[in-house]
């Protein structure tokens, strides 16, 4: 259970909601003023139950016969996620795919701003990408002070992320997004979601090989 405000949500709830928002601004975005759980649930990917479930940790919303007010629950939404403030984020490692991520277009619409990029390699430190001049790892403690980092968004190899993740605890950062190919050791105050995008890709190999195997079973 994760509290936010005098409420306590759980965290699968909280990892929905983003969904929820998500799904809400694409129905703003039509022109779309009020909707059903339903269709909310399906622009959500989840059913019309776990929304409303979901939602009723948040308060009371909608109205029978007419649904939910698409920008009031949007508000809702926002304000729960913490989104009412900017966040400013560090991409600390900055190859390729730190790269893609310093150019993703779609972090003001949400509520965040890169503040910094940083990395260790003599080739990176010193270019320019999306306004900002890559800064050397280095200096990772007086960056993060300076900009005001909130959150890191970490893209290095796997063998220097733990120690660039205590430095950055030591700095005093709580939120890290890690893509780092291992399992970070964090003190308990500091949350660390993992992008581990081989495991996805194995998860969805299971899945194609258990559909190749019912095939097989269905014409022998």
Do not use: C, W
Request: glycine share 10%.
């Amino acid at each position: 259970m994760i509290e936010i405000g005098e409420v306590t949500v759980p965290a699968a709830t909280v990892a929905r909601l983003p969904y929820y928002l998500r799904a809400l601004r694409d129905l703003a975005a039509r022109g779309v003023r009020t909707t059903s759980s339903t269709e909310l649930a399906e622009a959500s990917g989840v059913g019309p139950a776990q929304l409303r479930k979901d939602l009723s940790y948040l308060g009371s919303f909608g109205t029978r016969g007419v649904g939910y007010d698409v920008e009031s629950l949007d508000s809702v939404i926002t304000s729960a996620l913490g989104l009412t403030s900017e966040h400013r984020l560090a991409i600390i490692g900055v190859g390729n795919l730190g790269l893609a991520l310093a150019n993703y277009s779609g972090y003001s619409s949400r509520g965040f701003q890169v503040a910094a990029l940083l990395d260790a390699a003599p080739e990176v430190v010193g270019t320019s990408t999306g306004g900002l001049t890559v800064e050397h790892v280095d200096d990772l403690e007086d960056v993060l002070e300076r900009e005001g980092v909130t959150m890191v968004v970490l893209a290095t190899p796997g063998p220097v992320a733990q120690g660039v993740a205590d430095r950055v605890v030591g700095a005093g950062v709580r939120e890290i997004l890690s893509f780092a190919p291992v399992a970070l050791q964090v003190p308990d105050d500091v949350v660390v979601r993992s992008v581990d995008v081989g495991g996805e890709l194995q998860i969805l190999a299971f899945h194609a090989a258990a559909r190749a195997a019912t095939a097989a079973r269905a014409v022998s």
